[in-house]
């Protein structure tokens, strides 16, 4: 039991990795999409954006033959914190 038990952890931890660098990689898309919507004077929420974002994995769960749910809530967890990222490069009051 133990083996698999560490076959698994190594696929979780190969996982992790990968999950990190695309939560890198977003962080500074992020960056680049703060500077456009200071250029243009845009908000930081966008309630349209958000659904889309929301809409889209849960549709990508359902076409994996997966619950949504999860998916959804660790995105809005991911959100929330791009959220608080986005006002910190603008230099608003954030914890993040």
Known sequence: MAE???KF????????????K????????IS???EVKKKYGLNVYDAKRI???LANVRKIAENENF???PVEEIYKIIID????FEKKLLG?????
């Open 4 to 6: 698999e038990l560490v």
């Open 9 to 20: 952890r190594r696929v979780i931890d190969s996982i992790d990795s990968k999950l990190t």
């Open 22 to 29: 695309l939560l890198i990689e977003r962080l500074k898309v």
């Open 32 to 34: 680049m999409v703060v």
């Open 51 to 53: 659904e889309e974002i």
């Open 67 to 69: 619950n949504p749910k």
């Open 81 to 84: 914190y791009c959220i608080k």
């Open 92 to 96: 608003l009051n954030t914890n993040a």
